[in-house]
């Protein structure tokens, strides 16, 4: 069973970047579906961002044109690049595989804390 290692969450400034990480302990190559999801404090986890084996990728309206997912399945790494940080997009974000059904594939990991705050 593959399990999942995020990073590169921080405290960053509205307007400010990060860049997040997610590491998998197994190969990624046959997992078409991956995604980066967030939950806020008191609100359900939300998908933002994910490749569904078809076309590009996909992206939760709000962080269209300022989130970004990429993938390196030779070091089994998903990242999520995000710009124009608002205080909106704070959260603890994670990520996953996910079937057609929606059901994730690996347990979840720690996730990574993206808190924006002036």
């Known amino acids: 069973q593959v399990h999942l290692l995020e990073s590169g969450g921080g405290l960053v400034q509205p307007g400010g970047s990060l860049r997040l990480s997610c590491t998998a302990s197994?190969?990624?190559?046959?997992?078409?579906?991956m995604g980066w999801y967030r939950q806020a404090p008191g609100k359900q986890r939300e998908l933002v961002a994910s490749?569904?084996?078809?076309?590009?990728?996909n992206y939760l309206d709000s962080v269209k044109g300022r989130f970004t997912i990429s993938r390196d399945n030779a070091k089994n790494t998903v990242y999520l690049q995000m710009n124009s940080l608002k205080p909106d997009d704070t959260a603890v974000y994670y990520c996953?595989?996910?079937?057609?059904?929606?059901?994730?594939?690996?347990?979840w990991g720690q996730g990574t804390q993206v808190t924006v705050s002036s």
């Open positions: 490749f569904t084996g078809a076309g590009g990728p």
């Open positions: 996953n595989g996910f079937q057609t059904s929606g059901l994730v594939v690996a347990p």
């Open positions: 197994g190969s990624i190559s046959s997992i078409w579906r």
